[in-house]
């Protein structure tokens, strides 16, 4: 007996060594606010300020055009297709200086892209590249984007700090892309975490699936999206049965539905800069979602944590369309 117990001792203080010597370093922190319901930070390009898009719908991070003229960026031609339908062609700029914060890089290439306005002087919008080397928490209910930096000991210990009753969790593919599986009336769906998009959608053929479609009884109009390279699409909204992400369950949740991926051949996604698809999502998991939910993307365990702080995770409610805007 007196040898098990030193075995039990000797098993407890390794488990508490393990977890000691995890660390998760704050490395940066952010004031963030909503824009169009997305967030939205400072910065500077070359000493000029500047607002940022967080968007990790896109893959690659770009310059807009209309900021590219406003702060003299020299353009170059790139050889990159944009269009939904094969036209044209991604300009380059090198940009000698972008801060965020206390973090300078310096000697960025970047794309130049687009003809939407983002709205607040955006001209720089961070995608999903950006936040490949670093664990990234989205804390809008607390107006704040935290990145972090967790060493090797962390493997298999839970990372949402702030949850003290534990947090929901969902493992993450190891790719540029914030994908993830999250289920609909039961049926399992491959989704992608998209901050530049205000609103969670599903695809409108994986809807029809469902049977939902724009004729479907009860079903309305929701809003219009605007990307990029492409036509804008309407939302329409609808009943489901239910939404599963992790051990979160949200009973007949309303959710948007449009034909996210229209085009041949590229893909769209939060801003709506426009690559080749490798398997395409199920669904979008936009800012609304970010809105009611504090949330880790822990690139350096593959998971995705998360806690639920109050309102409405999927608000849809009648919204012109895109006839209508024009």
Not at 70 to 81: F, K, Q
Not at 241 to 247: A, K, L, P, R, T
Not at 283 to 310: C, E, K, N, P, W
Request: aromatic fraction near 8%; proline fraction near 4%; include cysteine.
């Amino acid at each position: 007996m007196p040898a098990m117990r030193f075995l039990l001792f000797l098993c407890l203080a390794w488990h508490a060594a393990a977890f000691a010597e995890c660390k998760l370093a704050r490395i940066q922190e952010w004031a963030v606010r909503l824009e169009r319901g997305v967030p939205v930070i400072d910065g500077e390009i070359n000493g000029q300020k500047i607002a940022i898009l967080i968007d990790t719908g896109t893959v690659a991070s770009f310059v807009t055009r209309a900021a590219a003229s406003r702060l003299a960026l020299p353009r170059y031609e790139g050889g990159g297709v944009m269009g939904p339908r094969g036209g044209g062609t991604v300009e380059t700029t090198r940009v000698d200086e972008v801060k965020i914060g206390a973090a300078v890089r310096k000697n960025w290439n970047l794309p130049v892209v687009g003809t939407v306005d983002f709205g607040s002087q955006v001209a720089l919008v961070l995608g999903a590249d950006f936040f490949t080397q670093a664990d990234v928490e989205f804390d809008l209910p607390g107006n704040a984007v935290r990145l972090f930096q967790a060493t090797v000991d962390c493997a298999g210990l839970p990372l949402a700090y702030w949850a003290k009753g534990g947090a929901g969790q969902v493992q993450i593919e190891r790719e540029t892309a914030i994908r993830f599986p999250v289920s609909v009336n039961g049926r399992e769906l491959r989704a992608v975490l998209d901050t530049g998009s205000e609103f969670s959608a599903l695809d409108a053929a994986e809807a029809e699936r469902f049977g939902m479609t724009p004729t479907t009884p009860g079903v309305v109009l929701a809003g219009c999206s605007i990307g990029v390279g492409r036509e804008a699409v309407d939302y329409w909204g609808g009943r489901f049965e239910s939404f599963v992400i992790g051990d979160e369950k949200i009973g007949t949740p309303t959710l948007r539905f449009a034909s996210l991926f229209a085009g041949s051949g590229t893909l769209e996604i939060g801003s709506r800069l426009q690559h080749e698809p490798t398997g395409l999502p199920h669904m979008l998991i936009g800012a609304d979602f970010l809105r009611a939910h504090r949330v880790l993307v822990a690139r350096s365990q593959g998971r995705l944590y998360f806690t639920y702080s109050g309102g409405t995770v999927f608000p849809v409610g009648e919204e012109k369309g895109c006839r209508d805007l024009r």
